[in-house]
């Protein structure tokens, strides 16, 4: 079975601090994703990476960044977290030659105040 | 970039009856469509998925059905469960070298015992 797992299920930060959110998958997958979901909104994408060291923007990167040193771990970074990132985010990674199925992480809760 | 509309946001149906969800996409050379069930509290996982070389697909009682020339794609569920009860997203693929998906906003689905 696919394990995509988060750092933190539910967060608490103040704004302008930095956050960063991990994911790390263990499937060997090349392709890793960042999405947040709000009500009504669904799943936005924020940045994914389809290899080490590479990463592309989505359709909501500002205000973010991520990285990915590790092919199994793809961070997401809030350099300064404002109220309006109150969200849920998501981490999901595939396998190039499996087709386009995305395996998700629990989710991390994350509150700015 | 590829737009997801999904409708309804909201579906409340009786226990047995049959649920239906569609979305409507914008890129007529997307060509890959899957759907995604999220049960409260939980990740999202792919629950069946189609491609555009194909009209329809069925795995058991959930099914989806593509019409290329529209640019629509639903999901029927029949004999709906209390266990059906989720928030279902639909997803398209736009004809890039990545593996990034465009997803709609979402439906919630009751099932009334």
């Known amino acids: 079975d696919v394990k995509v797992t988060q750092s933190s299920r539910y967060l608490v930060k103040r704004t302008g601090e930095k956050v960063f959110l991990e994911c790390v998958q263990d499937m060997d997958h090349e392709n890793m994703f960042w999405y947040r979901q709000d009500p009504g909104l669904g799943l936005r994408l924020i940045y994914f990476?389809?290899?080490?060291?590479?990463?592309e923007k989505g359709d909501i990167p500002e205000g973010y960044s991520v990285s990915r040193e590790k092919k199994e771990r793809f961070s997401l970074i809030l350099e300064s977290a404002s109220t309006n990132q109150t969200s849920m985010y998501l981490c999901?990674?595939?396998?190039?030659?499996?087709?386009?199925?995305?395996?998700f992480g629990p989710g991390t809760r994350l509150t700015v105040t | 970039g590829e737009n997801v509309e999904q409708h309804p946001s909201t579906l409340s149906v009786q226990e047995g009856d049959s649920a239906v969800i569609k979305c409507t996409y914008s890129?007529?050379?997307?060509?890959?469509f899957p759907w995604y069930k999220q049960e409260l509290g939980k990740r999202p996982q792919l629950i069946i998925d189609i491609r555009s070389n194909v009209g329809e697909k069925k795995d058991q009682r959930i099914a989806v059905t593509l019409n290329k020339t529209a640019k629509h794609f639903s999901l029927h569920i029949t004999e709906t469960q209390p266990e059906d009860s989720a928030v279902y997203f639909c997803a398209a693929k736009p004809p890039s070298n990545d593996y990034k998906l465009s997803f709609g906003a979402g439906t919630t689905v009751t099932v009334r015992a």
């Open positions: 990476s389809y290899d080490v060291k590479m990463k």
């Open positions: 890129d007529s050379a997307s060509n890959y």
């Open positions: 999901a990674s595939s396998l190039w030659d499996r087709g386009y199925e995305q395996y």
